[in-house]
């Protein structure tokens, strides 16, 4: 797999990335530890080179099977994990204190089995913390060689700016796909005009670009989708004009639809990278896939019109959730 660089940060990483959150978290129930430890491996030898993980996943047994899984080509590898929540708890709400960071920092060393995290994100801004205090604890880190660089997650355009301008941000991360594409109103610009790289989660659309997923599915009953307006029964049957436009596009490519999904991402900008999910390893290699499909400009402009020809049906987030991206 080729590499891709993070905007002007020098921070090397596979194309496409693993985002490894539901392999414990959000999804239904986690996985069994050997079969996590397996996929991990094998996602590692398909060219995979950037994990991604979060202290708030679990709480805290993603990073501990992250850390087994890697521990033995941590050299050969960039793993990215976040801080933010309190108590590393997403429902308890926001906490990004000086203390709080570095007691994070500390604890996912040791669950991740290594002496530096390779990027170090805010998992979402704080408004109690001043952003330069954020910015600066992680500095510090950097300096100590705990931390190689900082990144932000679903940040806004000032509060990107005011980090920037206290440690350079390697990179934002953010929700991307082809059904939601907020970030080309402002957060794309302002990460090419600062040099920063862009990360893209649920570039599947939480796998509803798949085309696995229908207005017949069902979720398990703790599974994240259960409570996106975008996942309603209506709003999938409303949706589905996309998923059928990204299938026929895949049809004349001879690939899957998540494959076609996951190229337009990576065709958008040099420093894009998107870090697909899964608890499979038959589809994890078929993401991996994706990058040998490769978008004309033709096959671009069919996408773009007919993209702009489609609304899609449903917020990203239930409104307590939303609330906290975009700061």
């Known amino acids: 797999m080729k590499k891709r660089t993070l905007g002007k940060s020098g921070l090397e990483v596979s194309e496409i990335g693993f985002g490894c959150m539901g392999i414990s978290f959000a999804y239904g129930e986690p996985m069994e530890k050997s079969a996590a430890l397996s996929l991990l491996r094998a996602t590692f030898e398909r060219g995979v080179t950037f994990f991604d993980t979060a202290e708030a996943y679990g709480p805290f047994t993603n990073e501990e099977v992250v850390g087994e899984a890697l521990a033995p080509i941590r050299d050969k590898v960039i793993i990215a994990t976040k801080f933010g929540f309190k108590d590393g708890d997403p429902r308890q709400g926001m906490d990004s204190r000086p203390e709080r960071i570095r007691e994070v920092a500390e604890a996912s060393l040791k669950r991740l089995k290594t002496d530096h995290i390779d990027l170090y994100y805010q998992h979402r801004v704080d408004a109690d913390v001043p952003m330069e205090e954020v910015a600066g604890t992680v500095r510090d880190l950097i300096r100590e060689g705990k931390v190689k660089h900082f990144g932000m997650s679903e940040a806004g355009a000032q ?136 978008l004309t400009p033709g096959d671009l402009r069919e996408i773009r019109e007919a993209l702009a020809q489609i609304k899609v049906v449903g917020e990203r987030y239930p409104a307590q959730l939303a609330a906290r991206t975009g700061k």
């Open 159 to 294: 509060s990107i700016r005011r980090a920037h301008a206290v440690q350079p941000v390697a990179a934002l991360q953010s929700e991307y796909s082809m059904w939601w594409r907020e970030p080309e109103k402002e957060i794309l610009v302002t990460c090419e005009e600062l040099g920063i790289g862009f990360v893209a989660f649920s570039p599947l659309g939480k796998g509803f670009l798949t085309g696995k997923i229908d207005a017949s599915t069902t979720f398990a009953k703790d599974d994240f989708r259960n409570i996106v307006p975008r996942f309603a029964k209506e709003a999938r049957e409303a949706n589905q004009v996309l998923v059928d436009r990204v299938s026929a596009i895949a049809t004349t490519k001879k690939a899957t639809p998540a494959q076609i999904a996951i190229a337009w991402v990576l065709a958008q900008k040099p420093w894009i990278v998107p870090i697909p999910g899964t608890t499979k390893q038959d589809r994890m290699k078929e993401n991996n896939s994706a990058a040998e499909v490769a």
